[in-house]
């Protein structure tokens, strides 16, 4: 097992720069996650890391070896495909043996390591099909067999979930979790999809247009997002924006707008200060809509009316949609036993101090 290191990694094709000097220390044993946007350089990433695309500057190593010129095969690494790539003509028992047949591993060593790696995975009724015979779960299943079997240095993972049914990819994002954390090997996982990151990741890093926005535990990057991009990116539903000006009151700093003014919280008022006179962005986790303000105290509490356009019963929670005067399409995730209906007038309270605020022009987080 190793831990994986980027120093400046960059790849440009021409002018256009796809990973744009990346640094990363991915620890033994680490789950890191790779997300953001389609474009944004996670795929080009990963296969730098495998050895599929060559670097353009930078440095990559494994463990301590500086990995740049060796090949794919010599860096002990598994990759495992979005589409499974497994070899059609074999069965699974040969699928999952070719890696060990090529090296002339010994047959009952073969034999021992796939009962083994197929009693992990739930596939072991099924050696003797062929790929085409198996459901996408379990052809993913092999796939994740296949590079198991190898005990490589790490594992790098490119969207493997994504071809399968929503409630497969929920049970596979277990398995893969829990396979992980059992056989401890490092392992970097590429997804466009928040709720995987955020879910399997010991460590998310989100990328935008090749760069590297915020490195750092799922947890802290949902409550300390670096930028509007991040802040706007992790979490479901998104968190709601809407600018305003600062303005000094009565001894205080307020955020206005249209539909709104809000007392900022002792605890931001230091930050943004400085910056009365400005506009700012804010930015509204949906659970951090009230539809009752008592819990909050009056000198953070904030109220402004609202029209309900769009209900969204999920059972366990109910979504509303509303719009502000700028425009803004805001969301509410609020409990399941209020009775509402779009073009019904509601009353929304905000603690204040769960508030994030961003820089205007920059759109970097000020708190
Ligand atoms: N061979 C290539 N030639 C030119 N541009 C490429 C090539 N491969 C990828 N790109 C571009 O690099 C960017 C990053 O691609 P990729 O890493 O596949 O993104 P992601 O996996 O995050 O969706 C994209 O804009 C893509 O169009
Ligand atoms: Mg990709």
């Known amino acids: 097992m190793a831990s994986v290191t980027l120093e400046n990694v960059t790849k440009k094709y021409g002018n256009f720069v796809a990973v744009d000097s990346i640094n990363l220390e991915i620890k033994?044993?680490?789950f890191v996650v790779l997300v953001g946007p389609s474009g944004c350089g996670k795929t080009t990433t990963l296969r730098m890391i495998a050895g599929l695309i060559e670097l353009s500057s930078g440095n990559i190593y494994i463990g301590d070896r500086l990995v740049n010129d060796l090949q794919p095969k010599d860096?002990?690494?598994?990759m495992v495909f979005q589409n499974y790539a497994l070899y059609p003509h074999m069965t699974v028992y040969e699928n999952l043996s070719f890696?060990?047949?090529?090296?002339?591993t010994d047959k009952s060593l073969i034999d021992a390591r796939i009962k083994e790696v197929s009693q992990i995975l739930g596939i072991e009724s099924f050696l003797k099909r062929k790929p085409a015979e198996l459901s996408g779960g379990q052809q993913q299943r092999v796939a994740l067999g296949r590079a198991i079997i190898r005990e490589p240095q790490v594992f790098l993972m490119d969207e493997p979930l994504s071809n399968l049914d929503a409630k497969l990819r929920v049970q596979m994002r277990t398995e893969i979790s829990r396979l992980q954390k059992r056989l401890k090997i490092t392992t970097v996982y590429v997804t466009h999809d928040q709720t995987e990151a955020m879910t399997m990741a010991d460590r998310i890093v989100v990328m935008k247009d090749g760069i590297v926005q915020q490195c750092d535990t799922?947890?802290?990057i949902y409550q300390r997002p670096v930028n509007k991009?991040?802040?706007?990116?992790?979490g479901s539903p998104p968190m709601n924006f809407t600018d305003g000006l600062l303005l000094e009151e009565d001894n205080r700093v307020w955020f206005v707008n249209d539909d709104m003014k809000l007392p900022v919280s002792q605890k931001h008022t230091g930050k943004l200060r400085p910056?009365?006179?400005r506009h700012v962005t804010i930015g509204i986790r949906p659970d951090m809509f009230l539809l009752n303000g008592e819990g909050v105290a009056p000198g953070i509490r904030g109220s402004f009316r609202v029209e309900i356009d769009v209900v969204e019963p999920l059972?366990?929670?109910i979504l509303i949609y509303f719009k502000l005067k700028d425009g803004a399409t805001q969301v509410a995730k609020i409990p399941?036993?209020?009775?509402?209906?779009?073009?019904?007038?509601?009353?929304?309270?905000?603690?204040?101090?769960?508030?994030h605020y961003f820089n205007f022009e920059t759109e970097e987080a000020v708190i």
């Open 28 to 30: 033994d044993h680490e």
């Open 75 to 78: 860096r002990d690494i598994a």
């Open 99 to 104: 890696s060990l047949r090529l090296k002339k």
């Open 218 to 220: 799922p947890l802290s």
């Open 229 to 234: 991009f991040v802040a706007g990116f992790i």
């Open 275 to 277: 910056l009365v006179g």
């Open 315 to 317: 059972g366990a929670e």
């Open 336 to 355: 399941p036993h209020y009775a509402v209906k779009p073009g019904d007038y509601l009353d929304i309270f905000v603690d204040t101090s769960t508030l």
